[in-house]
Protein backbone atom coordinates (compact mmCIF):
# COMPACT_ATOMS: atom_id res chain seq x y z
CA UNK A 1 0.00 0.00 0.00
CA UNK A 2 2.86 2.19 0.10
CA UNK A 3 3.46 2.78 -3.53
CA UNK A 4 5.81 5.97 -3.47
CA UNK A 5 8.52 4.04 -0.61
CA UNK A 6 7.83 0.71 -3.67
CA UNK A 7 8.88 3.43 -5.86
CA UNK A 8 11.64 4.37 -4.47
CA UNK A 9 12.87 1.13 -3.18
CA UNK A 10 12.59 -0.58 -6.90
CA UNK A 11 14.36 2.84 -8.63
CA UNK A 12 17.42 2.29 -5.70
CA UNK A 13 17.69 -1.76 -6.73
CA UNK A 14 17.81 -1.00 -10.29
CA UNK A 15 20.39 1.87 -9.96
CA UNK A 16 22.67 -0.67 -8.34
CA UNK A 17 22.39 -2.74 -10.73
CA UNK A 18 22.51 -0.55 -13.90
CA UNK A 19 24.91 1.90 -12.05
CA UNK A 20 26.69 -0.37 -10.09
CA UNK A 21 26.81 -3.75 -11.03
CA UNK A 22 26.52 -3.33 -14.90
CA UNK A 23 28.79 0.03 -15.29
CA UNK A 24 31.71 -1.90 -13.71
CA UNK A 25 31.74 -4.68 -16.18
CA UNK A 26 34.67 -4.18 -18.05
CA UNK A 27 33.14 -5.49 -21.70
CA UNK A 28 36.57 -5.77 -23.43
CA UNK A 29 38.32 -8.24 -21.22
CA UNK A 30 35.38 -10.18 -19.21
CA UNK A 31 35.09 -11.58 -22.54
CA UNK A 32 31.85 -13.76 -23.10
CA UNK A 33 31.36 -13.74 -19.31
CA UNK A 34 31.17 -9.82 -19.25
CA UNK A 35 28.51 -9.75 -21.83
CA UNK A 36 26.42 -12.83 -20.38
CA UNK A 37 26.74 -10.56 -16.77
CA UNK A 38 25.58 -7.34 -18.77
CA UNK A 39 22.78 -9.21 -20.22
CA UNK A 40 21.66 -10.57 -16.66
CA UNK A 41 21.56 -7.19 -15.05
CA UNK A 42 20.02 -5.62 -17.94
CA UNK A 43 17.01 -8.39 -17.91
CA UNK A 44 16.84 -7.84 -14.14
CA UNK A 45 16.25 -3.88 -14.15
CA UNK A 46 13.87 -4.90 -17.05
CA UNK A 47 11.79 -7.24 -14.84
CA UNK A 48 11.78 -5.08 -11.83
CA UNK A 49 10.32 -1.86 -13.65
CA UNK A 50 7.80 -4.29 -14.95
CA UNK A 51 7.19 -5.62 -11.17
CA UNK A 52 6.96 -2.43 -10.41
CA UNK A 53 4.22 -0.89 -13.09
CA UNK A 54 2.02 -4.94 -12.23
CA UNK A 55 2.74 -4.74 -8.71
CA UNK A 56 3.82 -8.46 -9.19
CA UNK A 57 5.62 -9.74 -6.27
CA UNK A 58 6.76 -12.62 -8.12
CA UNK A 59 9.15 -11.14 -10.17
CA UNK A 60 10.38 -9.23 -7.50
CA UNK A 61 11.29 -12.23 -6.04
CA UNK A 62 12.80 -13.76 -9.16
CA UNK A 63 15.16 -10.50 -9.17
CA UNK A 64 15.72 -11.14 -5.61
CA UNK A 65 16.76 -14.77 -6.25
CA UNK A 66 19.23 -13.80 -9.74
CA UNK A 67 20.91 -11.23 -7.05
CA UNK A 68 21.44 -13.91 -4.88
CA UNK A 69 23.24 -15.82 -7.02
CA UNK A 70 25.23 -13.98 -8.60
CA UNK A 71 26.00 -12.63 -5.05
CA UNK A 72 27.04 -16.48 -3.93
CA UNK A 73 29.48 -16.78 -7.36
CA UNK A 74 30.94 -13.48 -6.09
CA UNK A 75 31.58 -14.56 -2.65
CA UNK A 76 32.91 -18.07 -4.01
CA UNK A 77 35.44 -16.36 -6.16
CA UNK A 78 36.55 -14.56 -2.98
CA UNK A 79 37.19 -17.16 -0.91
CA UNK A 80 39.23 -19.41 -3.76
CA UNK A 81 41.17 -16.19 -4.18
CA UNK A 82 41.64 -15.16 -0.34
CA UNK A 83 42.86 -19.25 -0.32
CA UNK A 84 45.86 -18.63 -3.32
CA UNK A 85 46.39 -15.86 -2.14
CA UNK A 86 47.27 -16.88 1.75
CA UNK A 87 49.03 -20.07 -0.33
CA UNK A 88 51.12 -17.81 -2.06
CA UNK A 89 52.22 -15.73 0.94
CA UNK A 90 52.66 -18.79 2.70
CA UNK A 91 55.07 -20.37 0.19
CA UNK A 92 56.77 -16.56 -0.06
CA UNK A 93 57.42 -16.70 3.77
CA UNK A 94 59.16 -19.92 3.73
CA UNK A 95 61.49 -19.55 1.00
CA UNK A 96 62.17 -16.01 2.01
CA UNK A 97 61.98 -15.24 6.14
CA UNK A 98 61.06 -12.13 7.38
CA UNK A 99 64.04 -9.93 8.62
CA UNK A 100 63.67 -8.43 11.96
CA UNK A 101 63.26 -4.72 10.29
CA UNK A 102 59.79 -3.52 11.50
CA UNK A 103 59.71 -1.44 8.24
CA UNK A 104 60.51 -5.09 6.35
CA UNK A 105 57.17 -6.23 3.82
CA UNK A 106 54.90 -8.05 5.74
CA UNK A 107 53.36 -11.44 4.57
CA UNK A 108 49.15 -11.82 4.40
CA UNK A 109 49.74 -13.94 7.49
CA UNK A 110 51.30 -11.32 9.14
CA UNK A 111 49.22 -8.42 8.22
CA UNK A 112 46.17 -10.17 9.44
CA UNK A 113 47.84 -10.99 13.08
Known sequence: G???KKGEAVAKA???ILVG???SLNREAGGELAQNLDSLYDYMARRLFEAHVK???EMLAEVRALLLD???AW???GAE???QLNAAAGAEAVARPQAADPLAPRTL???RA
Do not use: P
Request: proline residues 0%; without cysteine; aromatic residues 0%.
Open 2 to 4: EIE
Open 14 to 16: VQI
Open 21 to 23: LRA
Open 55 to 57: NDQ
Open 70 to 72: VKG
Open 75 to 77: DEI
Open 81 to 83: AEQ
Open 109 to 111: TQM
